[in-house]
């Protein structure tokens, strides 16, 4: 226990005034005269020792009295957790970290979270006394918005009114760690507040590079947490399912949503916009902490970039009720054919022709030659290498390039593969090892099933029977896979007949027997066209500059060298024009003007060259909570508190950092005394007459 007033302790000198006055009475005696004496003499060993008793008593409660009204004026407390038997009075150093993450505008039943964070630093300073320098930071971007010793509170009102809502998300305790790390001074009293939603726990790296968690460093931390939000729904993904598209065929497109806060919800819509047009809706209930998901269908219309939006009603947080998305639909594809001789490659160009024959969206190009040193793919979408031989290393590099900028590969493999020097080949661009040639005689075939009939190569093909236009297979190279090598067909005897292959940024399409009707009759089935369709539109869709991110993080697009010296701008979400310089070395734009949530566009001359999206960071939804017990016991041992934000903050501050106060208690004790005291005390004249008559 301590004092918080321990000055007026010296009042403890009165409670020896009830002892000596009573010395001094009994020195201060009286004559009374008595007819006789007997009487006196019968009562002394009964009643005057027990009136000798009672006056002590009463002596022992008067003292007593006096000490718990000295002791509740001297402001009594149980020890507190900032250190010192007079810990108001040390010279202090305290930093206040705001919370202005994404999840901070989050409103509550008691107001918005970051205006109730913004509320409590002045409360917090109320508690300070003496020389006490003081710091306070936003955590987004992590910035000092106040250094000085507490003199104008009305000026560090105004700083901390100035902390604005962001759309990012935080590193609050590595924040913490950086600016703790690196704080000067070495006063005796060391104090961090940190006001925040708590949806992570410090981690072992905090403690380690700080050293926090040594009592060297002096730092005490108290948690404030921001209340809880009762109102909420939340779109937690939107995955389109179509992996292959066309235009005007039916998109697919699945949405989640959650129930985040503590209410059920009825009658609630969801929608769905494709370019800014309402191609869908669904009105759903939601019981509280349970996810939906919703599969909405919709038309894409014509080719180009395709704008998405998905949307819920207003709540308490309004940054996870519109997710938007990109999807592109190519309008050209160039497809580079590369072969030995112009008949070998006959009937592959005739497929390629019946899927465009006038060329509207679809120019295949075809080279003759059977060991190509260049391939001279800047222009193609699609590479298609029909029975290659020994490629050389100049035309695997490229390949391998061609494939990490985004391009796709369509690889014919036949008996030149086996005659072939292949390692380069297989090591660069991940290929399967050919074995042998496998062939049947006569009448005899392999028949062909799907291994992945929901491969987006195959899932809902305008076939009555997909079974029935499977070829069948009189030739094939038999090939050694390794796991990351993607069987789609295979043959009865379980040997793959074409395979997907990754490889970084790109993708294979591996055939395991050549498009002949000497190798197999797949140039007579239906399968054909669209299957080659459906492989072109796969590998020419290059959605790497309208890939989304979180807000915050850099956004690379890449550019066509004939673009470069074109004039960029970018548009936010909120309409700002920001101009953009490329990077002629890398061939790109580097992007971090991405603090808001939804769609950008990047401008050539004028003309939309590209859109992405931002997203919120899965870590600011604000379910996601971390646990008082997970928080604590990471934290330096016996060296942080968990602070219950009440309407009485500045009183449950003072009572944490100092201690409970004892006042009451003492007063309570002191009634409860005085009224025992003047029950004992009572003069009753009639005892003595009764107890003398009863002598008599």
Known sequence: MTFLMPSILWGLLVAILPILIHLFSLRNTKEVEFST???IKELEHETIRKLKLRQWLLVLLRVLIIICLVLMFARPVQRGFAPGWMAGELESRVVIFVDNSASMAADTPNGNRLALARKMVPNIISIFEGQTNLSIYQTNPLQMIFSSEIDDPNEIRKAVDGIAPTQSFDRLWQSIDSVLTTLPGAEPNRECFIISDFQDAPSTVFLAQSGLDTAATGWRFYCLKVPETAYNLSLRNVEIVNQVRMPNHLLKINTTVKNDGSQDMENVP?????????VGQVVSGFET?????????????????VTGLMTIPEDAFPFDNEYHFNLVIPTLINCTVVGAS????????TALRSIDNDNHYLFAESRIDSLPQAL??????????????SLPSSALEEIKTFLNNGGGVIWFSGDRILQAENSAAEQMLNLPHPRQLNQLEGEAFYSVSATYPDHPLLEDLELRDLDNELPQVFRYVDVSLNRSHRTILRLNNNRPLLLDLSIEGGRIFYFTSLLDLRWNDLAMRGLIVPLLHRMLMLLATDESNIQPLIVDQEKQIHLDRDLLKSEWELITPSGKRILLLPDFTKESLLITQTNELGQYRVMADGNLFTVFATRLSKYEHIDRQASERNIITRLPEGRARWINVSDDLASVLRDTRFGSSLWRTFLLIAIIMLIIETVIGRIKPGAVKKKASNAD
């Open 270 to 278: 969801v929608e769905l916009y494709l370019n800014e047009e309402r």
């Open 376 to 389: 001279f793919l800047d222009e193609s979408d699609v590479l298609i290498l029909y029975n290659p031989g």
């Open 37 to 39: 004496l007997r009487f």
């Open 342 to 349: 112009q008949a070998e490659i006959h009937l592959l160009l």
């Open 289 to 305: 902490g349970r996810a939906r998901d919703f599969l909405f269908q919709a038309y894409t219309g014509k080719s180009g970039i």
